[in-house]
């Protein structure tokens, strides 16, 4: 039996298609999070895309050919429009396989969630930023949403829906992962996202990880894979943990962390997360990045390459979104690595990981620039050539999906 995938890749070139689209359908949202990137209002923006806009933007969706593109309809509270059900119902005849990420709002109803469900929507993305409804609740700014997340949570998993639950790693939360773990793994969902902050909206105003936290916190994710399915985001180099990890697995070494992390794992035994049935194969991260099989269209449409890379590469009112992600110098910049500078530039992993150019440019406003939440320096990996073949390898072997 050949070895599971270490890092996965889209089965299609992403010069061509990227993997997911993703759609702010809006910005009105009831809640007031300390790190939106959409500094959401509670009233909907007169420049919004109207329904024929969005019907455009699903259209430059399935044009780039199927399979389609996974297209997730986010917000502010994508709920707060009334044309929501329709929408999936149109993405889905198009063949789009369409995910929805509401918000903790009074519009998290199980009626709602049956009704985007049977208009098609495959899956739910919901936030978890605290295992306690008073950490919760503080950093969506809005007292009841804990618990209104924890019942929408439980009705979309009765409803047949897939879960993924999105976690924001910050300098006030990091304490707490461990038993935010817990609770997802106590709950259960398809799948753990860890968000690594990036400072741009109200995120510029909360205190940032350093470069060893954020290292620590990657291997505590990666920890965690092994009794669930867990990720990043915004959280490249974890593609580069991933490689480290395996190759220090096989030659029956850890690695040397910090004192987080060690106070993470100890958090995570005591509350018995590692204990029980072990995932037989972990769920391997896969590898796009911004502009490259990623790509953001905003609620006036406008193209990013992510939501939290506030540079425009065009407004789907104007070009076609195919030619925007295909053609922009912006984009092609993205996915080239040789173009990147600093250290991420000098690194081995820069193809495979390349850091997030979110943070990079939140941080210098260059979006070639170095990502300052990396710890690792380049070429001090010890076993180099265990890597290169591991990297080869998978990057030979056609996807593995867990």
């Not at 300390?34 to 959401?40: D, S, Y």
């Not at 991933?242 to 096989?250: E, K």
């Not at 037989?280 to 006036?300: E, I, L, Y």
Request: overall charge positive; aromatic content about 6%.
């Amino acid at each position: 039996m050949r070895p599971a995938t270490v890092v996965r890749r889209p089965r299609h070139a992403v010069s061509e298609r990227p993997f997911i689209v993703i759609w702010e359908a809006t910005r009105a949202c009831p809640l007031a999070c300390l790190h939106c990137r959409a500094e959401a209002q509670t009233a909907r923006h007169p420049g919004e895309l109207d329904g024929a806009g969005a019907r455009r933007v699903m259209d430059g969706a399935a044009e780039f050919g199927r399979p389609g593109p996974l297209f997730v309809i986010t917000g502010g509270d994508p709920f707060q429009r009334p044309d929501l059900t329709e929408l999936v119902a149109y993405g889905t005849s198009l063949g789009l396989r369409v995910a929805v990420s509401p918000s903790g709002t009074p519009t998290l109803t199980r009626a709602g969630l049956l009704a985007v469900r049977d208009a098609g929507a495959v899956a739910l993305s919901l936030s978890l930023d605290g295992s306690t409804p008073e950490r919760h609740d503080a950093f969506r700014g809005v007292p009841g949403v804990y618990d209104r997340t924890l019942e929408g949570w439980r009705a979309a998993r009765e409803l047949g829906l897939k879960m993924q639950v999105n976690t924001t790693v910050t300098r006030d939360s990091l304490e707490d992962l461990a038993d935010v773990a817990a609770l997802v793994k106590r709950e259960g969902a398809m799948l753990w996202s860890g968000f690594v902050l990036v400072p741009t909206g109200r995120g510029e105003q909360l205190a940032q990880l350093t470069p060893a936290e954020a290292e620590d916190v990657l291997h505590f994710l990666y920890d965690c894979g092994s009794v669930m399915a867990a990720k990043t985001t915004e959280g490249h180099h974890f593609r580069r943990v991933a490689l480290q990890r395996t190759v220090l697995a096989a030659r029956g070494e850890r690695p040397r962390l910090g004192p987080l992390h060690a106070r993470l794992t100890a958090r995570a035994t005591e509350l018995g997360l590692f204990g029980g049935e072990r995932r037989t194969v972990r769920r391997p991260p896969m590898d796009v990045s911004s502009g490259r099989g990623f790509v953001f269209v905003s609620h006036t449409g406008e193209v990013h390459p992510s939501g939290f890379l506030p540079v425009s590469a065009g407004n789907v009112k104007d070009r076609p979104l195919t030619e925007i992600y295909r053609e922009s110098e912006l984009f092609a910049q993205l996915r080239d690595p040789a173009l990147l500078r600093g250290k991420c530039g000098a690194c081995e992993y820069k193809a495979v990981c390349g850091g997030s150019r979110s943070r990079a440019y939140g941080f210098t406003r260059d979006v070639l620039a170095a990502d300052p939440y990396c710890a690792y320096e380049p070429g001090s990996f010890p076993y180099q050539d265990d890597v290169r073949a591991l990297a080869e390898s998978t990057r030979r072997r056609p996807p593995t999906v867990t």
